[in-house]
């Protein structure tokens, strides 16, 4: 493709890693399939043929095929551009919100809307900085590291999936978000100094939200009541919890009564232990300088 004489390189597979439709995923499959459908109708309605509806949104022809066919995850650019192309009056840019849930993962997916509904989280992980804290550059270390290795449209999709988590905090009203840290996450430098220092800068900046707090807790504590793996406590507005621990119904999702007391007694144990949200800050503010 040339336009005023200058070599125009359409975007291809290799420029979009990270979003391919999950064959397991029903709901996504039919969205998908659904909204590439949608594309062919409207394309043939006009009467583009689909390398020249390529050139006009910057995309190769085999990409338009595998976006219609359903195998790809059209971006939200490329349902804007073809609402334009196409002349669809915001039909197809309207469907970039389901395009967007089906991107991550269905238990990402899952947990998010859980986490969109409730109304206080009791986050503890002993292992990584919490999913909901990382920056896409720890988050990409993280992933970076797995064995056996996630490809890297994997990688991409994870990130994408960890950030719109995000969400949570931008919430009107907001959860009550407690968050505990062990010190030995917030000290080693996965992904390299740099990497880390914007991630406790980050963590600084997170703790100052008033619906948040974040404790640490300290390696030199002679005691410790979470040893037995990570606690997520989700509570919603009805009353209604639902907890998970891998020393739990096998890491499961948990809601009866007795497990959630269970979770909650450990989590509020850790908590005692750890510093105090006003301690923990200048912790992190200790360990900002000395990086």
Request: charged residues 30%; proline residues 5%; hydrophobic residues 40%.
């Amino acid at each position: 493709m040339h336009v005023d004489g200058e070599a125009v390189r359409l975007k291809s597979e290799a420029d979009e890693p990270g979003w391919e439709v999950d064959p397991d995923d029903d709901w996504g499959v039919a969205v998908v399939a659904t909204v590439g459908r949608q594309l062919k109708l409207r394309r043939e309605a006009v009467g583009m043929r689909a390398a020249e509806f390529g050139v006009a949104v910057g995309y190769g022809e085999d990409m338009v095929y595998k976006i219609e066919s359903g195998k790809r995850i059209p971006r939200p650019e490329y349902l804007d551009r073809a609402d334009e192309v196409l002349g669809a009056g915001g039909l197809l840019a309207a469907m970039k919100e389901d395009v967007r849930r089906v991107r991550y993962p269905k238990k990402v997916r899952d947990l998010a809307q859980m986490e969109a509904k409730a109304v206080e989280l009791q986050l503890y992980d002993p292992l990584n900085i919490h999913g909901l804290l990382q920056t896409p550059e720890y988050a990409r270390a993280l992933l970076l590291m797995r064995r056996p290795a996630y490809t890297e449209a994997e990688v991409e999709q994870f990130i994408a999936a960890r950030v719109a988590r995000k969400a949570v905090f931008e919430r009107d009203p907001a959860p009550e978000i407690s968050f505990i840290q062990e010190e030995w996450t917030l000290r080693r430098p996965l992904g390299g100094k740099a990497v880390l220092r914007r991630q406790l800068d980050h963590l600084r900046e997170a703790a100052q939200f008033r619906n948040v707090e974040l404790q640490v807790m300290p390696m030199d504590r002679e005691e410790h009541a979470g040893l037995a793996g990570g606690i997520e406590v989700l509570k919603f507005d009805d009353g209604s919890a639902v907890g998970r621990s891998p020393a739990l119904a096998n890491g499961r999702p948990v809601s009866e009564p007795k497990q959630l007391r269970i979770l909650e007694l450990r989590y509020g144990i850790i908590r005692a232990q750890a510093l105090t949200p006003r301690e923990s800050m200048a912790f992190i503010e200790q360990l900002l300088g000395e990086s």
